[in-house]
């Protein structure tokens, strides 16, 4: 296989994909780069946490969710393409302890091997994702340590039909020990 070298920018609308050759049976796994999208092209919309939720297409949603009642958000469908991004505007401390769950749309799912950082005592974990798994869930503590917080961002970027890749910018100062994540 060649090398190519290019000089200026190279462009693709639907990301960049890297490929795993399996030596012993020429499969191709591929794998996506670039998870997290450039939020310059998306346009940031405010909701009002008291209902379920379905977030739109390529917009960055900012969500105060604070853990005093559940919520439920549907993922518009896994469309080549699109992006999705949760911006997180409060601490989830707040007396009750009520979950956020980002639910696929359809017959959609996330990505198998997905991983998302959770927490299991005060320190952190991995959660992954099993097959057919359409739902990940956040469940907060009543306490100023959750591992998601004023400030954190959850992305959903769709490059194949019907399947959402994840990536996440949590909180990272040391006492952020709280939180769990899971897919289901």
Known sequence: MANTTFNGPVRSEKGFAQINKAASTGVITTRTLGLKPDLTSLTATVVATST???????????????????????????????????????DPAHGTVATLSFVCAGSDVFRTGSKVQSTAGAASTMDTSAATETTLTYTPVNAATNIFTLGCYLYFTCNENGTWQFAHDLAKYTTATAGTFAWS
């Open 52 to 90: 379920p939720l379905t977030y739109a297409a390529n917009v960055i949603t900012v969500n105060n969710f604070s853990g005093a009642a559940a919520q439920a958000v549907t993922l518009p469908a896994a469309t080549a393409g699109t992006k999705v991004v949760h911006f997180q505007t409060l």
